[in-house]
């Protein structure tokens, strides 16, 4: 009876040190694909910045087949204007910007800064409906003397298991704009504070 009650617990112990093993294996080749995918967009982005640096219309190519892209404009007078356009939309709106000189010399002389990049959770539309799955979440900001561009892009691999921006937000704005309101922001805060500060009347 004892050797019968030995061997059963030597069987469960080796279940639960196969599941422990397998669970940290299976966290360990999640934490590779994570950084992986992460490696795979910092060079996508090092190629959009070199391709939009020359002016390239290959730059398109960077996006998936079905990309949704997304270009607002924060207006002078106030509010913001948006566009939607799809792959092949958005490449005849750069076909036709590249024909200006001035938007090729804006493209040489704008700087980018380093991404934040990461990986994150999202439902993705496929043919069988919403998809839960890993993508790339990569944010950067695009500035140009007193004009600056904010991007924020979703990544995920195509058929082809290449990494592909399936998604993607910008803002334009005024830099000249955007330093007025928060300094009128920062104004605005120091007289909050000055008023909390001021000595109550007493009844």
Same mark, same amino acid.
């Given at each position: 009876?004892?050797?019968?009650?030995?061997?059963?617990?030597?069987?469960?112990?080796?279940?639960?040190?196969?599941?422990?093993?397998?669970?940290?294996?299976?966290?360990?080749?999640?934490e590779d694909a994570g950084n992986s995918l992460i490696k795979d967009a910092k060079a996508l982005f090092e190629k959009y910045k070199a391709?939009?640096?020359?002016?390239?219309?290959?730059?398109?190519?960077?996006?998936?087949?079905?990309?949704?892209?997304?270009?607002?404009?924060?207006?002078?007078?106030?509010?913001?204007?948006?566009?939607?356009?799809?792959?092949?939309?958005?490449?005849?709106?750069?076909?036709?910007?590249?024909?200006?000189?001035?938007?090729?010399?804006?493209?040489? +002389?704008?700087?980018?800064?380093?991404?934040?990049?990461?990986?994150?959770?999202?439902?993705?539309?496929?043919?069988?409906?919403?998809?839960?799955?890993?993508?790339?979440?990569?944010?950067?900001?695009?500035?140009?003397?007193?004009?600056?561009?904010?991007?924020?892009?979703?990544?995920? +691999?195509?058929?082809?298991?290449?990494?592909?921006?399936?998604?993607?937000?910008?803002?334009?704005?005024?830099?000249?704009?955007?330093?007025? +309101?928060?300094?009128?922001?920062?104004?605005?805060?120091?007289?909050?504070?000055?008023?909390?500060?001021?000595?109550?009347?007493?009844?």
């Amino acid at each position: 009876m004892k050797q019968r009650l030995s061997l059963r617990l030597s069987l469960v112990l080796a279940l639960l040190l196969g599941m422990v093993l397998a669970g940290g294996s299976s966290t360990q080749a999640a934490e590779d694909a994570g950084n992986s995918l992460i490696k795979d967009a910092k060079a996508l982005f090092e190629k959009y910045k070199a391709l939009d640096h020359d002016s390239d219309p290959a730059l398109v190519d960077l996006y998936s087949d079905d990309a949704v892209i997304y270009a607002a404009l924060d207006r002078t007078g106030g509010g913001q204007t948006q566009e939607k356009f799809s792959k092949s939309e958005y490449a005849q709106e750069i076909k036709r910007s590249l024909k200006d000189p001035h938007v090729r010399e804006l493209n040489s +002389k704008t700087t980018m800064e380093a991404p934040v990049i990461k990986t994150e959770r999202h439902q993705v539309m496929e043919d069988k409906g919403l998809k839960d799955e890993v993508v790339v979440s990569v944010s950067f900001l695009a500035k140009h003397d007193h004009s600056a561009l904010k991007v924020h892009w979703l990544l995920k +691999k195509d058929s082809q298991g290449q990494l592909k921006i399936f998604e993607e937000h910008s803002l334009a704005y005024s830099m000249r704009k955007h330093r007025l +309101k928060q300094k009128s922001q920062q104004d605005s805060n120091r007289q909050d504070s000055l008023k909390q500060n001021e000595p109550q009347a007493q009844p």
